[in-house]
């Protein structure tokens, strides 16, 4: 989807460049993955719905980051550069997806194979009968499609649980992968928004809705709230709710150099872009470990069972001549 988004976008953004109306835009051939949201996006705003608003009618399809940035596009005039914004954002995570498949081609290749190898050792072996060998193959293949298919279904749901995310926070490499995610995606909306000539309370809490997981989402609101009600600039109120990972981060000092100078708008998308990419160095070397991290157990596994094999052979032709 990653990639369909981008290309979705990019030529979205090629075409309010030329100065095409939404209706003919909407027009154009979308990526094959998004014909059918695309179809209802333009139906809904014949009906003379905003786009942001035909957008949010498809929760499963559009992200509060896409429509958030969408939104401020449509108040603002911007669309164009939101748009780049947007095919940006997905080329980033459609290439760092694609370096974790690569990545896990190997460990996965041998996941699959592992299930004929081991059900032919218990074969041999008396172990199990050929049904019930047969039968195994097919639950071990099925079994990692059916885990995500799950994970999918429940981590809309997860995201939104305080102790799910502080818990998955506490997380030495997941916690600060996510925590570098989020404040990418808040600090580019931020920026966006204030370019947009957005006011602080609105642009903070806009961005906050963009954010994914929960716990971030909180954060950023209360920031909101401490603006709104006791008028505290920017700086002061990221430095009331900011976490540990904040202050080790560069964010406080450009905060407040942005907000000093004027130019809190441009200092946002810097932390935006810095984020984005600390990000995806964290992922690629993420993605170089869990092969290996996914091939030592099962290795170890399957060398334990060839073991077992043999040592039952063994143990058959001693007491044979003994």
């Not at 002061?236 to 100078?261: C, K, L, W, Y």
Request: aromatic share 10%.
């Amino acid at each position: 989807m990653n990639k369909a988004k981008a290309q979705f976008y990019r030529m979205m953004q090629s075409l309010a460049k030329a100065g095409l109306p939404m209706l003919r835009i909407l027009a154009q051939p979308p990526p094959r993955k998004l014909k059918k949201a695309v179809a209802r996006l333009r139906q809904a705003v014949e009906s003379g719905m905003p786009l942001e608003e035909a957008m949010r009618q498809q929760p499963n399809v559009f992200t509060p980051f896409e429509i958030s940035l969408v939104a401020v596009g449509v108040a603002s005039g911007t669309l164009e550069t939101n748009f780049a914004a947007l095919a940006d954002w997905f080329e980033t995570r459609h290439s760092i997806k694609m370096q974790i498949i690569s990545g896990l081609v190997h460990p996965a290749a041998t996941y699959f194979l592992a299930a004929p190898i081991l059900a032919v050792v218990d074969i041999f072996m008396g172990k199990m009968p050929l049904p019930m060998a047969a039968t195994r193959v097919i639950l071990w293949w099925i079994a990692p499609f059916v885990l995500i298919w799950i994970y999918k279904r429940l981590s809309p749901i997860l995201n939104k649980s305080g102790l799910y995310c502080a818990i998955m926070d506490a997380i030495p490499i997941i916690g600060s992968l996510r925590h570098k995610q989020e404040n990418a995606v808040f600090f580019q909306s931020f920026g966006l928004c204030l370019q947009g000539g957005l006011g602080a309370v609105a642009t903070v809490r806009l961005s906050a809705d963009a954010c994914r997981y929960g716990n971030t989402r909180k954060k950023f609101h209360k920031m909101a709230d401490i603006i709104e009600k006791n008028g505290e600039t920017f700086t002061n109120s990221f430095q009331q709710v900011m976490s540990s990972r904040d202050e080790a981060s560069p964010a406080p000092s450009m905060i407040a150099t942005g907000e000093a100078s004027g130019s809190l708008a441009d200092y946002a998308l810097r932390l935006s872009s810095l984020a984005q990419q600390e990000s995806k160095t964290l992922l690629t070397r993420l993605a170089a470990a869990t092969p290996v991290l996914a091939f030592i157990p099962l290795a170890l596994y399957i060398g334990y069972r060839v073991i077992s094999f043999y040592s039952g052979l063994y143990s058959g032709a001693f007491l044979d001549n003994f």
